[in-house]
């Protein structure tokens, strides 16, 4: 069992009393079977994964979960009971002029569980493409999204793209709009979006 706190030290032990500051380093940390969990507080992003690289169908991450669990072995990553966890990524603007759009988490492992955490804030900073994403699947199978909310994204709350046998439980996703893209202000921020 691990923890993570927004006032934590990622070269601490990652326990209770010295938790981890980041979800990537608990990710690093994590094995199947494992808990990783976030103690409540806002976990403030200002930078992504990576460069945009120009081009306007490019997309920076945030959060990028692609470390797998296994089968009746999920990795889990919750809210330490009774607190809520919130991931702001209203301060990512790294996006190369403005060109890319954004993803707060992208999920492309497996065989995880995620429960009471609440992401909000993602920007789309142009209208030259469609809109970014609060949480977005793409790739991974045999998961478990639950009591997730999804709030004040530019763009969909929840998307999925790719993978299979994925379980969206009790989330909430709500007053996400795509002001800023190319289809007009509006058009593409699905609550939750099964593409």
């Known amino acids: 069992t691990y923890y993570v706190a927004p006032n934590g030290s990622d070269t601490a032990a990652g326990s209770e009393s010295a938790p981890f500051a980041t979800w990537a380093h608990a990710q690093t940390a994590a094995s199947a079977g494992d808990t990783v969990y976030f103690r409540g507080g806002r976990y403030a992003y200002t930078t992504a994964t990576s460069t945009c690289g120009g081009s306007t169908s490019a997309t920076v991450d945030s959060v990028v979960l692609s470390k797998s669990g296994a089968s009746g072995s999920l990795i889990n990553y919750f809210a330490y009971p009774g607190e809520t966890p919130v991931f702001d990524f209203s301060g990512v603007t790294d996006m190369s002029n ?98």
């Open 98 to 195: 403005y060109n890319c759009r954004h993803t707060g988490v992208r999920v492309t492992g497996s065989w995880l569980h995620l429960k009471g955490l609440e992401f909000t804030g993602v920007l789309q900073l142009n209208n030259l493409n469609h809109e970014s994403w609060g949480f977005y699947v793409y790739g991974g199978s045999n998961n478990i999204f639950e009591v997730l909310n999804a709030h004040h994204n530019m763009g969909p709350g929840f998307f999925l793209q790719r993978g299979g046998n994925n379980l969206f439980l009790n989330c909430d996703s709500h007053e996400n709009e795509d002001t800023l893209t190319s289809n007009g202000d509006g058009q593409s921020a699905d609550g939750f979006g099964c593409h």
